[in-house]
């Protein structure tokens, strides 16, 4: 159950965002006074680098760690997590620069951290699709992805590739992140098989999942080849103990 004095971190990850991240870190802090969000930016050659700074010296809630480079979603996001974790962050968010995860879902799924350690916002929820504006190609992939990594892992979580999820602080010192490898939509699988094989409680909270419409996509056929193999290593792993 979540608590006034609890501190909640939003990591966005950004790579070329300059026309959304003003537009999406006012709605994200306005959301819960206890939120405070961290730009995790790639080295952006758009600038969205220095529009980070510029609001977060306006902003005491709002924080910014730059990269050198562009090295991939999963190692942004395991370096916002190394920020949330020296900085005593009881509940830490993953989401998108894009509007791709709506920002009003977030009083919701905090909520959810009464009956859960990982909450995930979730497309796929009793057998509903609830996502707009997307290329069918794209809801392929990801719907047929998600249930593949459910198949092959154990993993009772629909919407296993999805991004916009939560945290304790408790699953994220428990759940080895210095083994993590994965990037991208294997990332997101492998987290979530960590903290579901570490005995924690997953739960799943739907949310209308919209098409960014500034900016373009980071997806990548790279990316979708890599979840493909990397649910087999985890399995295989998990099997012979070396998770």
């Known amino acids: 159950m979540t608590t006034d004095s609890e501190r909640i971190l939003v990591i966005i990850p950004t790579y070329n965002e300059a026309d959304n991240l003003p537009r999406i870190v006012p709605a994200v802090l306005e959301q819960d006074v206890r939120i405070q969000v961290l730009v995790v930016d790639d080295a952006s050659p758009d600038g969205t680098g220095q529009i980070a700074d510029q609001m977060a010296a306006q902003d005491p809630r709002i924080n910014v760690l730059h990269r050198l480079g562009k090295e991939g979603l999963g190692r942004a ?4 997590f190394g920020y949330a974790l020296e900085n005593g962050f ?3 968010f993953e989401m998108d620069a894009d509007f791709s995860h709506p920002p009003h879902a977030l009083p919701g799924l905090i909520e ?3 009956q859960a350690d990982v909450v995930i916002g979730s497309r796929y929820v009793d057998g509903r699709v609830t996502v707009s504006n997307w290329p069918m190609t794209r809801l392929l992939i990801s719907y047929f992805g998600s249930r593949y990594a459910r198949v092959i892992t154990g993993m009772p979580v629909r919407d296993g590739t999805g991004g916009f999820n939560g945290w304790t602080r ?3 010192e428990s759940v080895r992140l210095d083994r993590v490898r994965s990037n991208g939509y294997a990332f997101q699988i492998e987290l979530k098989f960590r903290a579901y094989r570490a005995g924690f409680r997953l739960v799943e909270s739907p949310i209308l999942f919209t098409e960014r419409d500034t900016g373009e996509s980071k997806m990548s056929k790279a990316i979708v080849r890599e979840a ?4 087999w290593w985890l399995k295989i792993c998990d ?3 070396r998770l």
């Not at 996001?77 to 916002?80: K, R």
């Open 77 to 80: 996001y395991l370096a916002g």
């Open 90 to 92: 009881d509940i830490i």
């Open 112 to 114: 959810k951290f009464s």
């Open 170 to 172: 408790e699953v994220l």
């Open 228 to 231: 493909v193999w990397r649910v």
């Open 239 to 241: 099997i012979f103990g």
